[in-house]
């Protein structure tokens, strides 16, 4: 049984700092994201990480965000910098055991953890 549980989130002000966990229970990480919605949005992708340890991050989150594993703990995390209002939303952690078409795609994802708050104010 694979469980996804994060952490981290919270709020801040912009020009902050926060990083987001997400334990991968019974689960050896291959291919995992990060993904964030807001409220009458579509999941969108943030950042993800494959089997070869190759970096993805949407344009909007790069030079402030770093997604980043600790193999032998099974944990995903998300560093976030420089936080923006616009970054205000539920971060979700996601994982699959095959390779997904496109690491923006939420469908090719089949684990998900309950998301975490982060909520940005100006």
């Known amino acids: 049984q694979v469980q996804l549980v994060e952490s981290g989130g919270g709020s801040v002000q912009a020009g902050g700092s926060l990083r987001l966990s997400c334990i991968a229970y019974?689960?050896?990480?291959?291919?995992m994201g990060w993904f964030r919605q807001v409220p009458g949005k579509e999941r969108e992708g943030v950042a993800a990480?494959?089997?070869?340890?190759?970096?993805s991050y949407a344009d909007s989150v790069k030079g402030r965000f770093t997604i980043s594993q600790d193999n032998t703990k099974n944990i995903l995390y998300l560093q976030m910098n420089s936080l923006k209002p616009e970054d205000t939303a539920m971060y979700y952690c996601?994982?699959?055991?095959?390779?997904?078409?496109?690491?923006?795609?939420?469908?090719?994802?089949?684990?998900w953890g309950q998301g975490t708050q982060v909520t940005v104010s100006s």
């Open positions: 019974g689960y050896n990480t291959q291919y």
């Open positions: 996601a994982a699959s055991f095959s390779r997904p078409r496109s690491w923006t795609w939420p469908s090719d994802y089949t684990y």
């Open positions: 990480v494959d089997a070869y340890g190759s970096r």
